[in-house]
């Protein structure tokens, strides 16, 4: 079964970092883009950031793009978000998401529960 | 950036009825397009990839079709469980991946 565990959310004030974290498991991590999708309280939800299983490379929202960085760790099955520099635009619960099939981007067929940020002073 | 408008933004309906929901996008994507439902407390699920493909487990009463900009999804009696949000999602043109603004589908 499939299992996605995010953590490492928290409130922190304008300026501020976090690492958000997701741990996986139930399938061949290394095998499948990952994608970190966000929503602010009360709004719709926004694709963030994805990386690719093998080479890793990555993608960024423009909103994210030099202020995000996401990576993974395939020997710990793990998926992380490092948010920098963060504003209160970024205050939303972040989730963790796995695509459909192996080497895909884009059809997000399994979420977790997801970790909330909050920007503030 | 490929927009993705939803309509309408609230849909009043009564369990059994048909629930007809609207994605148009701003330029064709082919046929790249998802469905997902959305309730509040929990994560969204995939409902629809590639426009007409249900995923794993889900009920033979949800159902999408289109190509191109214009697609719908829908539901062929709903149920009390179906009230919820419903996003689109596009995938074609894919740098950025990009959400519609969602449906509410609300107990009349």
């Known amino acids: 079964e499939v299992e996605l565990l995010e953590s490492g959310g928290g409130l922190v004030q304008p300026g501020g970092s976090l690492r958000l974290s997701c741990a996986a498991s139930?399938?061949?991590?290394?095998?499948?883009?990952m994608t970190w999708v966000r929503q602010a309280p009360g709004k719709g939800l926004e694709w963030v950031a994805s990386i690719s299983g093998a080479d890793g490379s990555t993608y960024y929202a423009d909103s994210v793009q030099g202020r995000f960085t996401v990576s993974r760790d395939n020997s710990k099955n793990t998926l992380y978000l490092q948010v920098n520099n963060l504003r209160a635009e970024d205050t939303a619960l972040y989730y963790c998401?796995?695509?459909?099939?192996?080497?895909?981007?884009?059809?997000?067929?399994?979420w977790g529960h997801g970790t909330m940020v909050t920007v503030s002073s | 950036e490929i927009v993705l408008t939803q309509s309408p933004a609230t849909l009043s309906l009564s369990p059994g009825e048909r629930a007809t929901l609207s994605c148009r996008a701003s330029?064709?994507?082919?046929?790249?397009l998802a469905w997902y439902q959305h309730k509040p407390g929990q994560p969204p699920r995939l409902l629809i990839y590639d426009a007409s493909y249900r995923a794993t487990g889900i009920p033979a009463r949800f159902s999408g079709s289109g190509s191109g900009t214009d697609f719908t999804l829908t539901i062929s009696s709903v149920e009390p469980e179906d009230f919820a949000v419903y996003y689109c999602?596009?995938?074609?043109?894919?740098?950025?991946?990009?959400f519609g603004g969602g449906t509410k589908v609300e107990i009349k």
């Open positions: 330029q064709s994507i082919g046929s790249f």
């Open positions: 998401v796995k695509d459909r099939v192996v080497a895909t981007i884009g059809t997000f067929a399994f």
């Open positions: 999602q596009q995938r074609n043109n894919w740098l950025p991946l990009t």
């Open positions: 139930g399938f061949t991590f290394s095998n499948y883009v």
